[in-house]
């Protein structure tokens, strides 16, 4: 892909430039904001090696798979469950810096993973562009007005980064713990998906006002998906200079359209983000996944993405032959294998090791990690990635 050429022809002088031009404070963010980027910066950031994830994704050769897990921190950790005992509000375990960077933190301190995630949800964003929403533990979101006509889309604004201050903070500390030990991951949701939310109110299985509108109000839809784009686009953006090596799109709902609709309603939003972050920020890997998105893989590797996360419906030898091999894959473990014996991991981790083909490959879940899982489940699984190097599993 052109985005991994860049860095190929870049070298350390580039990548290191790019790397300061990164952690550059972004217009519109607030003085403490700023500042906090700053000072968090290391002073040797430059001369240190670029984590293993990075360069994977890139396409450079690696000795072995990184690996992370989606849903990485959570309620399968008994660090996480003691910890949401004492703050029991997911927004505020969510939208407070020092609680995220702890959370962010619990798998790195237990399994030492190539990917640490920000602990976040795909709707921390929505205040910024002038939507509140609640979170039931039960209901799960929930928008009191959802969007349904094009002047609640017109009264939408550009984001506006003091409502996300929390997560320019919580990345650049991670940035600063983590010390390119491994790569430091952001997210948002894809437009499509953050759509659903606010069109269906909350969650669905059914998503049926949105497809309905797909056909009855299909400029209320464009004009919506179009102003999310550029949200997102610009979120990114922000987590980038805030410390994300690392930032991946979930389309969590894309694989519930039709393809032809797929290509309609989110391809054109998802490739409009990718084009809008790379102009800035080439040589910064972006991962989209999809759940249910076997029937999707060589559009979404046309978004220009620069991995494609793999849900475990799709064989990675499949995928393989599917996209293109300037586009690396992450994935596919099925999550219900770790609850399982340490040798039914060992043999899925390695099915789907030789399969990914021994380069441009990120080792994850096929989705996130299930509550309940057994640590040890969880540990066994980032001990395989990282004994399991590309020659010896070229010998067995």
């Given at each position: 892909?052109?985005?991994?050429n860049v860095?190929?022809?870049g070298g350390?002088g580039r990548s290191a430039?790019?790397?300061?031009r990164?952690?550059?404070p972004?217009?519109?963010?607030?003085s403490?904001?700023?500042a906090?980027?700053v000072?968090?910066?290391?002073a040797?950031?430059?001369?240190?090696p670029?984590p293993?994830m990075?360069?994977a994704a890139r396409?450079?050769k690696?000795?072995r798979?990184?690996?992370?897990?989606m849903r990485?921190a959570g309620?399968?950790q008994?660090t996480?469950?003691?910890?949401?005992?004492?703050h029991?509000s997911f927004?505020?375990r969510?939208e407070?810096?020092?609680?995220?960077v702890?959370?962010s933190?619990?798998?790195?301190?237990?399994?030492?993973?190539?990917?640490v995630i920000?602990?976040s949800d795909?709707?921390?964003?929505l205040?910024?562009i002038?939507?509140?929403?609640e979170?039931?533990d039960?209901?799960?979101?929930?928008?009191?007005?959802?969007?349904?006509?094009?002047e609640?889309?017109k009264q939408?604004?550009a984001?506006?980064?003091?409502k996300?201050?929390?997560?320019?903070r919580?990345?650049?500390?991670?940035?600063?713990?983590v010390?390119?030990?491994?790569?430091?991951?952001?997210?948002?949701?894809?437009?499509?998906?953050?759509?659903?939310?606010l069109?269906?109110?909350?969650?669905?299985?059914?998503?049926?006002?949105?497809?309905?509108?797909?056909?009855?109000?299909p400029?209320?839809?464009d004009a919506?998906?179009?102003?999310l784009a550029?949200?997102?686009?610009?979120?990114?953006?922000y987590q980038?200079?805030?410390?994300?090596?690392?930032?991946?799109i979930?389309?969590?709902?894309?694989g519930?359209l039709?393809?032809?609709?797929?290509?309609k309603w989110?391809?054109?939003?998802?490739?409009?983000?990718?084009a809008?972050?790379?102009?800035?920020?080439?040589?910064v890997?972006l991962?989209?996944?999809a759940?249910?998105?076997?029937?999707?893989l060589?559009?979404l590797a046309?978004t220009?993405?620069?991995?494609?996360?793999?849900?475990w419906t799709t064989?990675?030898?499949?995928?393989?032959r599917?996209?293109?091999s300037?586009?690396?894959?992450?994935?596919?473990v099925?999550?219900?294998?770790?609850?399982a014996?340490q040798?039914?991991?060992?043999?899925?981790?390695?099915?789907?090791?030789?399969?990914?083909?021994?380069?441009?490959?990120?080792?994850?879940?096929?989705?996130?990690?299930?509550?309940?899982t057994?640590?040890?489940?969880v540990?066994?699984m980032?001990?395989?990635?990282?004994?399991?190097?590309?020659?010896?599993?070229a010998?067995?």
């Amino acid at each position: 892909m052109q985005s991994g050429n860049v860095l190929a022809c870049g070298g350390q002088g580039r990548s290191a430039l790019l790397r300061q031009r990164a952690f550059k404070p972004i217009a519109g963010t607030t003085s403490r904001t700023s500042a906090m980027v700053v000072k968090a910066q290391p002073a040797a950031l430059g001369a240190l090696p670029e984590p293993l994830m990075v360069r994977a994704a890139r396409g450079e050769k690696v000795d072995r798979a990184p690996c992370w897990m989606m849903r990485q921190a959570g309620r399968y950790q008994k660090t996480y469950r003691e910890l949401a005992k004492r703050h029991p509000s997911f927004r505020e375990r969510s939208e407070t810096t020092e609680l995220i960077v702890e959370i962010s933190l619990q798998p790195w301190n237990s399994f030492k993973p190539d990917g640490v995630i920000l602990f976040s949800d795909i709707l921390t964003p929505l205040p910024g562009i002038g939507v509140e929403f609640e979170i039931d533990d039960n209901k799960g979101p929930i928008i009191d007005t959802p969007i349904r006509t094009l002047e609640q889309v017109k009264q939408l604004h550009a984001m506006d980064f003091s409502k996300t201050e929390f997560v320019g903070r919580a990345l650049t500390q991670l940035r600063s713990e983590v010390n390119n030990q491994a790569a430091v991951v952001g997210f948002v949701g894809s437009p499509w998906t953050l759509a659903t939310y606010l069109i269906e109110g909350g969650s669905t299985s059914l998503y049926k006002t949105i497809k309905t509108m797909c056909y009855s109000a299909p400029e209320v839809l464009d004009a919506l998906l179009s102003k999310l784009a550029d949200a997102m686009a610009a979120y990114i953006k922000y987590q980038i200079q805030s410390g994300a090596q690392c930032v991946q799109i979930f389309d969590s709902w894309g694989g519930q359209l039709p393809p032809r609709e797929w290509d309609k309603w989110s391809g054109p939003y998802l490739r409009r983000i990718i084009a809008s972050v790379k102009a800035e920020y080439p040589t910064v890997p972006l991962t989209l996944y999809a759940n249910g998105s076997g029937g999707l893989l060589e559009r979404l590797a046309a978004t220009g993405a620069d991995v494609i996360g793999l849900d475990w419906t799709t064989d990675m030898a499949d995928a393989r032959r599917r996209i293109d091999s300037n586009v690396s894959l992450q994935g596919n473990v099925d999550p219900a294998i770790l609850f399982a014996s340490q040798d039914a991991i060992e043999e899925a981790v390695r099915d789907c090791l030789k399969k990914g083909g021994g380069q441009r490959h990120i080792l994850n879940l096929g989705h996130g990690v299930l509550v309940g899982t057994p640590e040890e489940g969880v540990a066994h699984m980032f001990d395989l990635s990282k004994r399991l190097t590309h020659a010896e599993l070229a010998l067995h």
